[in-house]
Structures are given as structure tokens and as C-alpha cells.
């Protein structure tokens, strides 16, 4: 989810460049402190889906990672999403967004069917290994649910006869892990481990990146670890990309250079963003083949004028189908005095020294996993 091959188009349009650009600057996680870090913010849905597994997997991949964030001397702040305003249901936003959630559903029960797919294929191919293309598609039909016939094509069937062990393996591994969905208990369960390391978190009154993004630019926090590109469209002073449990290594993101590095204010950096495909709407195909998306917002100043030329030209209406108003909106909005409290009242107690010195020590991870468990099952 988020921007549609954003990373892919800074990259591109900044190369040849590199002498120009200081947007973007590959670190050690424990230089952060060299850019005045100290607090970052943390989409705690986003990350839970990585630290998916069993329930002890799942309390070792948090502990690892909170580790090795405080390890280096960085204070996390979780922030979990919150439901939609029913407030709001006759706004365009609250339609929006209720269609973002409805996608992500599409996609997740997508990836299920896939897994079960794959799981039929895998049990014939290690039934039979020498099984001819006729015997494995007359059996696979027969595994399959009348559903599932009805989504696999015969062109499919013969590429998935032709895949060798270890790449069905790894679709499995792949499906598996996109199929999982992060339920109450797996929040109750970070939550408990989070009160027991003293770990700041809040619930957020709607999504998460709005939150974590303003934080941001009122220095509440100083930067967010996030993967998810609609941190950069909704202006997020720093984001941090890929960090991964097993590297110090991460790519920092400082948002008002990279604008300057692209040549863009923040206003057509939204625009190139719907250009390219949101959450919130289709990517639109290039309207001019002589010149990308990014030259001709320089030019033309913003989406309006893009769309407004094409009309001319073809009498094709896009700006119709397009509710760029409405997600320029979303990408700006503010969040509420009760937020933005909550999370001061909480970092006023946190003692970022004490969090470090404690998390340098050796965690006894078999007590805390028993703890935990424990303690979310007297909750039940």
C-alpha cells in the first residue's frame, strides 16, 4: 500500500544527481543522533505485520526490534490506528477511507485463496513428482473448491505445473505471510509487552500516519520508521525506510530537501503522488509521452492544469473521476488537541536513559514470552 512506485520515480528522476541531493542519506541507526533523533514514531499495526508468527515468535520479533531501536539509543513511540469517525460518513474522506479498508480486505482474502491454491499444489507435486501436465490439472480440479475453478486459468495451471519445488515453497512462505491479519489479541500482546519495557504507546482516534506525521513537524517526535510511502505525502519531516531486525543500515528520508532536490513544492509533491496512484485512487496513464508526470507539474504548476490541457485536447473529463480536492485533504490533515496531549502527557514520563541502560542488559526473553501470554490470557 501507499504511493504507487514512488521510491522507484524519486530514484529515477534524482539520477545523474547524486552531488545535488541530500534528501535522501543511507546511515547506521545509531548515527540518528547526529540529526537531533532521539524520539521516533512507529506505525504499530505496519511492524506487527513483520513480527507476525506463533504467539512466541511474535513476542521475540517485538522484543528484538524495540531492542534494537533503544539499543541505539532512540526512543519508539507506538501509535495504533483508531476506527473511522461515524461522524463523518457524509464526507468524500470517510467514503475514501472506508474504500482504502474495503480494498485492503479484497486483497487480503486474494492472497488466501493463493495460499490455498499453492497448498494443493504443493501436496500433489510431493505426492507425485513425476506427474504429467493432464494427471496434475484432472487432480488439482479435484482439490480445488468450485471458487477456486473458477479463478485459475488453464494458462495457470500449466505455470504452476512448471514451477519448480523450491520457488512453490517460496509463493507459499509469501502467501502465507501477506494472508495474516493482525487481530485484537496480537494487539493485546504487543500492548503487554510494551507496558512491561515501559514503552510509550497510543491509540490514535483515526489512522495512525496522519498522527505520526504531525507529530513530526510539531518535534513532538523527531522522525518515523515507516515503509509506507504516504508518510512522504503527508509531509513527514523524516521518515526512516528499511530497517530491518538483522542490519543497522536504514535510508533517511528528510522530506524539505528532497522537495528541493525534485524541484517541487509540497502542494505538486501531493499532485505527483495522485498522478502515480494512491490508496485513494488509480494511477493515471501518462497523458503525454514526451514528458513525465514531474516535468510537466514544474511547467504547469499542479494537477488542475495537467487535467484541464488534456480535456482540451481530448475532451476526456479525468478531473471527474480523480477526487484530488478531497485527497489533498486527507494528506493535510490536522489531528486534534486531545491527540496531540495524550502523546505529551505520555513522553513527559518517559525516561529515555533508564529505557536504554535497561534494554542493554540481557532480556530474559523465555520469562517475558511466559508473562505475556500469561497475562493476555487472564485478560481473555
Known amino acids: 500500500m501507499g504511493i504507487n512506485k514512488l521510491i522507484q520515480n524519486i530514484m529515477k528522476s534524482l539520477e545523474g544527481k547524486e552531488q545535488e541531493q541530500d534528501g535522501i542519506v543511507k546511515m547506521s541507526l545509531g548515527n540518528l543522533d547526529s540529526l537531533g533523533i532521539r524520539i521516533v514514531g512507529i506505525d504499530a499495526k505496519l511492524y506487527l505485520y513483520q513480527c507476525l508468527g506463533n504467539e512466541q515468535k511474535m513476542i ?52 488466501r485463496n493463493d495460499l490455498s491454491i499453492m497448498k494443493k499444489v504443493q501436496e500433489l507435486k510431493l505426492r507425485n513428482p513425476e506427474i504429467s501436465l493432464i494427471d496434475f490439472e484432472n487432480e488439482l480440479n479435484g482439490l480445488l473448491t468450485e471458487f477456486e475453478r473458477t479463478i485459475v486459468s488453464q494458462k495457470r495451471i500449466t505455470e ?4 519448480e519445488d523450491d520457488k512453490v515453497s517460496e ?7 501477506s494472508s495474516w491479519n493482525v487481530n485484537s489479541k496480537h494487539i493485546k500482546i504487543c500492548c503487554a509487552i510494551l507496558r512491561l519495557l515501559e514503552i510509550p504507546y497510543v491509540f490514535s482516534e483515526a489512522e495512525a500516519d496522519p498522527l505520526l506525521a504531525n507529530l513530526c513537524k510539531l518535534n513532538i517526535i523527531q522522525a518515523v520508521i515507516s515503509e509506507d510511502t504516504d508518510m512522504l505525502a503527508y509531509g513527514t519531516p523524516i521518515v526512516i525506510r528499511d530497517f530491518k531486525f538483522n542490519s543497522d543500515e536504514i535510508t533517511v528520508y528528510r522530506t524539505s530537501n528532497l522537495l528541493v532536490n525534485l524541484g517541487l513544492t509540497y502542494e505538486q509533491f501531493v499532485d505527483w503522488c495522485i498522478l502515480l496512484g494512491t490508496d485513494y485512487n488509480h494511477c493515471v496513464k501518462n497523458l503525454d509521452s514526451e514528458r513525465s508526470f514531474l516535468e510537466r507539474l514544474k511547467v504547469e504548476g499542479n494537477i488542475e492544469v495537467i487535467f484541464h490541457d488534456f480535456f482540451e485536447k481530448t475532451g476526456k473529463a479525468i478531473i471527474q473521476c480523480i477526487p484530488y480536492i478531497e485527497i489533498h485533504q486527507i494528506f493535510n490533515q490536522e489531528i486534534s488537541e486531545e491527540d496531540i496531549t495524550s502523546v505529551t502527557n505520555l513522553l513527559r514520563y518517559s525516561n529515555l536513559e533508564y529505557q536504554v541502560d535497561k534494554m542493554r542488559k540481557k532480556l530474559p526473553y523465555d520469562m517475558i514470552v511466559e508473562q505475556i501470554l500469561e497475562d493476555v490470557e487472564v485478560s481473555d
Open 60 to 111: 521475540i520479533n517485538l522484543l528484538t526490534m524495540i531492542k534494537k531501536i533503544v539499543g541505539n539509543g532512540l526512543l519508539p513511540l507506538f501509535i495504533f490506528d483508531g476506527k473511522l469517525n461515524e461522524n463523518s460518513k457524509e464526507s468524500l474522506s470517510y467514503s475514501l477511507r472506508k474504500r482504502l479498508l474495503e480494498k485492503r480486505k479484497k486483497i487480503k482474502s486474494g492472497n
Open 160 to 163: 504452476l505445473y512448471e514451477l
Open 171 to 177: 509463493k507459499l512462505r509469501s502467501y502465507e505471510k
